[in-house]
Structures are given as structure tokens and as C-alpha cells.
């Protein structure tokens, strides 16, 4: 069964920075998609960034390149889906989840 846990999120101000991360457990093979998605109330779920974990392909929302990064640790037998934001603006403020073939929990990002 796979599952992902959040972590990482939280409050900071304008132009600061966090790294979100996402503990990744279940997955037969090591090598699927994953992404960084953001929802603000009242509006759909926005895909932020994505990976694929064997390596390819990096894309992100127009919104965020330059800014965000998305990376992997598939060492040490744990596999852990990073988000670091840097430059944050207040309109990414929203709750973050990550994504394999499930959801995780989502984690609250404010940015004032």
C-alpha cells in the first residue's frame, strides 16, 4: 500500500524560504511519476511540480520556475520527495500534497 507523509510546511514571510517534504513508502518498483500539487480554497488543485524518480524529466508551473525545485533521496532504503521554495510570494500560500499513484495529507504554506 503506498503512502506519503507530508512534512515541512508551515508560516514565513515574503521572499523567505521552506523545503516541504514527502516520505514515500509502498511502491513496488522505484521508479514512478511524483509531483508537488497546491490547492487554495475555492479554487481547483494546481500541479506545481513533478519528476519522474528514474530520472528524465523535471517540469514546472510557469508560476514557480526559478523558484521552486523539485528532488528526490532514494538512499539509505527511504525514499523522500523534496519541495524547496525559495523567493516566496504571498499568492503561494495554500496547502501543499504531494502525489505518486495516491495523495498525501497536505501540509499548510502561508506566506505573508
Known amino acids: 500500500q503506498v503512502q506519503l507523509v507530508e512534512s515541512g510546511g508551515g508560516s514565513v514571510q515574503a521572499g523567505g524560504s521552506l523545503r516541504l517534504s514527502c516520505a514515500v513508502s509502498?511502491?513496488?518498483?522505484?521508479?514512478?511519476?511524483a509531483g508537488w500539487y497546491r490547492q487554495i480554497p475555492g479554487k481547483e488543485r494546481e500541479r506545481v511540480a513533478a519528476?519522474?524518480?528514474?530520472?528524465?524529466?523535471?517540469?514546472?508551473a510557469d508560476s514557480v520556475k526559478g523558484r521552486f525545485a523539485i528532488s528526490q533521496d532514494n538512499s539509505n532504503a527511504k525514499n523522500t520527495l523534496y519541495l524547496q521554495m525559495n523567493s516566496l510570494k504571498t499568492e503561494d500560500t495554500a496547502v501543499y500534497y504531494c502525489?505518486?499513484?495516491?495523495w498525501g495529507q497536505g501540509t499548510q504554506v502561508t506566506v505573508s
Open positions: 519528476t519522474f524518480t528514474g530520472g528524465g524529466f523535471t517540469v514546472y
Open positions: 509502498g511502491h513496488t518498483f522505484n521508479r514512478y511519476c
Open positions: 502525489a505518486t499513484s495516491v
